[in-house]
């Protein structure tokens, strides 16, 4: 029998470039992300004080305060009106620690975005690129409360490396050549910032483990090797000390618990503490797994919570390694 499959491959592809040309229009002279005219004239990322994104019952809002980014869920139009149904009032604003270099990628994709093409000025056909009131609305905010950028971005355009946008107050909408659509979610807990702590292993002075099994330390002297602090004093393999720091000196969650405040009902199983050469400590709290899992813990003299896989909570040795 005679495979046609290779033909109906080609046949496929013939068609996609099809799709692509027509609405793509190569012929067409390009406003391109170097060339004069951009979407957001004088963006600087700089100015924007807060960002708002929502889509349907999704909704998250950020602001700067200083140095650093919050975030916290945002309540959108649409979820306002089924708790009102519902009877229930909307939640209250939980700020969080959120990842300010995801941010900054974020806001960059507007500095310098060409204007791109206009492919419809038709606000029927806004459901055609997703830029009506089911796309993911954006808006930048400035210290004066003013928005910079307000638009609505669809879905991506034909080659993925594009996407439809829309300025809330036009019609028009345009095809820009970013793939802003991946940037921006509207949900808290994917902007939350998920590390833990940060430290170079030479960092660290001194580790401690403690649990139902008993508790352990090991500290770095004067002269640079480890020795056992807890439960008895005695001398501890370097290789082994050096390893251990490696993997505990970058603590990265995996996510975020829903229910955090059970956890004020619960004692810890393990609690984990480092100290730094220069004498400041950080306490991790760890419970046991959830129905998924996954291990929650609290940084002790902070209310955030995060999620741990087993691998993490398990990785960390009972006794003296």
Do not use: C, H
């Not at 060339?35 to 004080?49: C, E, H, I, L, N």
């Not at 650093?68 to 708790?83: A, C, H, I, M």
């Not at 229930?88 to 093409?117: C, H, M, Q, V």
């Amino acid at each position: 029998m005679k495979n046609y499959r290779p033909f109906i491959y080609l046949a496929v592809v013939i068609a996609l470039a099809f799709v692509v040309l027509l609405i793509e229009r190569p012929e067409t002279p390009r406003v391109n992300d170097v060339g004069q005219s951009t979407f957001s004239p004088g963006f600087d990322s700089a100015r924007v004080m807060r960002v708002e994104v929502s889509q349907l019952l999704d909704g998250a809002v950020l602001k700067r305060e200083g140095n650093r980014w919050l975030v916290s869920s945002y309540v959108t139009p649409l979820r306002k009106q089924l708790l009102k149904k519902e009877g229930k009032e909307p939640p209250p604003e939980r700020w969080y620690r959120a990842d300010s270099t995801r941010i900054a990628s974020a806001l960059g994709n507007f500095g310098g975005l060409g204007e791109g093409l206009v492919v419809s000025s038709n606000s029927e056909k806004r459901s055609l690129y997703q830029v009506e009131s089911t796309g993911l609305s954006v808006r930048l905010i400035g210290a004066d409360e003013k928005p910079i950028v307000d638009v609505i971005i669809g879905k991506n355009g034909p080659d993925l490396a594009s996407s439809y946008i829309r300025r809330a107050s036009e019609d028009a909408v345009y095809i820009v050549r970013r793939p802003i659509a991946g940037a921006f979610t509207p949900r808290a807990s994917d902007w939350r910032d998920r590390k833990v702590w940060l430290f170079e292993p030479k960092e660290l002075k001194s580790i401690k483990v403690e649990s139902p099994k008993g508790a352990w330390r090991i500290a770095r002297g004067e002269g640079g090797g480890w020795q056992v602090k807890e439960p008895t004093e005695g001398p501890q393999d370097d290789s082994k000390a050096l390893d251990a720091a490696r993997r505990l000196s970058v603590v990265n969650a995996t996510g975020f618990p829903e229910d955090a405040d059970a956890l004020s009902l619960l004692s810890p199983e393990i609690t984990l503490t480092i100290t730094d050469i220069v004498g400041k400590s950080f306490s991790l709290d760890i419970f046991g797994a959830t129905a998924d899992g996954r291990f929650p813990a609290r940084i002790k003299g902070d209310d955030e919570v995060f999620l741990f896989k087993k691998e993490f909570v398990e990785g960390i040795p009972l006794s003296a390694p």
